[in-house]
T-cell receptor, first 113, second 115 residues
Framework: AQKVTQAQTEISVVEKEDVTLDCVYE???????LFWYKQPPSGELVFLIR??????QNEISGRYSWNFQKSTSSFNFTITASQVVDSAVYFC??????????FGTGTSLTVIP | DAGVIQSPRHEVTEMGQEVTLRCKPI?????LFWYRQTMMRGLELLIY????????DSGMPEDRFSAKMPNASFSTLKIQPSEPRDSAVYFC?????????????FGDGTRLSIL
């Protein structure tokens, strides 16, 4: 069975702090894809990044970085120098065969000015 | 480029009424998904279509829910009769193909309140 666990329900940080959002996944498939989405207070879901199971290179995009480790089945998301605009709910998702996504329960991040 | 378009953005109706939610996927996308989001259950996949054909409707809660995709540019999710427990945000998403490596692109959602 497929499963995505985001153990952190809510996180609060002060602006400019770094924060890491954890994502642990379960699957027996050897080919799979992992995604992160952001849901700001306005409610829409915004695609942030995709990673496939054969590419363990970390990725950095501005203040965002992602650490994929197959050995621990984790795909963690770090925001450096957080800003108030980063306040949102962040979802991790797993996709295997077909295009059905398995979403985690989300982590609500609040950045305090 | 236009994203996924959902209508209405908000719907408030009384219990027992029929509700129809609409979705226009991104042009050229072949897969379409309906999700429901609540505080208690998070994001739930209700049904998804590939090339207008329903592939998996196992997430549809019960017979009161039905979804159609008459053509590649339009889909509806209907609840009849509606109940207060159906109150949620309903999202439509589309992706270019039915392959697992494709991100899903979400609409802004319909916030449904059943009184």
């Amino acid at each position: 069975a497929q499963k995505v666990t985001q153990a952190q329900t809510e996180i609060s940080v002060v602006e400019k702090e770094d924060v890491t959002l954890d994502c642990v996944y379960e699957t027996r498939d050897t080919t799979y894809y992992l995604f992160w989405y952001k849901q700001p207070p306005s409610g829409e879901l915004v695609f942030l990044i995709r990673r496939n199971s054969f590419d363990e290179q970390n990725e950095i995009s501005g203040r965002y970085s992602w650490n994929f480790q197959k050995s621990t089945s984790s795909f963690n998301f770090t925001i450096t120098a957080s800003q108030v605009v980063d306040s949102a709910v962040y979802f991790c998702a797993l996709s295997i065969r077909g295009n059905q996504f398995y979403f985690g329960t989300g982590t609500s991040l609040t950045v305090i000015p | 480029d236009a994203g996924v378009i959902q209508s209405p953005r908000h719907e408030v109706t009384e219990m027992g009424q029929e509700v129809t939610l609409r979705c226009k996927p991104i042009s050229g996308h072949n897969s379409l998904f309906w999700y429901r989001q609540t505080m208690m259950r998070g994001l739930e996949l209700l049904i998804y279509f590939n090339n207008n054909v329903p592939i998996d409707d196992s997430g549809m809660p019960e017979d009161r829910f039905s979804a159609k995709m008459p053509n590649a540019s339009f889909s509806t999710l209907k609840i009849q009769p509606s109940e207060p427990r159906d109150s949620a945000v309903y999202f439509c998403a589309s992706s270019p193909t039915g392959r697992s490596n494709q991100p899903q692109h979400f609409g802004d959602g319909t916030r449904l309140s059943i009184l």
